[in-house]
């Protein structure tokens, strides 16, 4: 069993950014694919961003220039740096595990997930 913990998540102004952390236990995170959703409110589940467990990282349209998604495989964390910040970013954002080791947006392929951090920008 894998635990998926987030943490910094908060309130930022438009054009602020914010870095999110998301801790795993497990003995071999390096060989997952790891990736960030995100749910708005009355909005379903949307991919965000991912990385491999090669370090091929994709992004989904509406963040690439501003998201960075990392991972440390000693620390057993990935990070989501989410810079240039919009109100329209404002979600609960999730931290997800995908044991195969590869990373694809649909929410299906993976298998862990973590409790949520609200992220909200003000205008």
């Known amino acids: 069993q894998v635990q998926l913990v987030e943490s910094g998540g908060g309130l930022v102004q438009a054009g602020g950014s914010l870095r999110l952390s998301c801790a795993a236990s497990?003995?071999?995170?390096?060989?997952?694919?790891m990736a960030w959703f995100r749910q708005a409110p009355e909005k379903e589940r949307a991919f965000v961003a991912g990385?491999?467990?090669?370090?091929?990282?994709i992004y989904a349209d509406s963040v690439k220039g501003r998201f960075t998604i990392s991972r440390d495989n000693s620390k057993k964390t990935v990070y989501l740096q989410m810079n240039s910040l919009k109100p329209e970013d404002t979600a609960v954002y999730y931290c997800?595990?995908?044991?195969?080791?590869?990373?694809?947006?649909?929410?299906?392929?993976?298998?862990?997930w973590g409790q949520g951090t609200q992220v909200t920008v003000s205008s």
């Open positions: 990385i491999s467990r090669s370090d091929t990282t």
């Open positions: 997800a595990l995908a044991q195969g080791g590869g990373v694809l947006v649909a929410p299906r392929v993976y298998d862990y």
């Open positions: 497990g003995r071999t995170f390096s060989s997952y694919g």
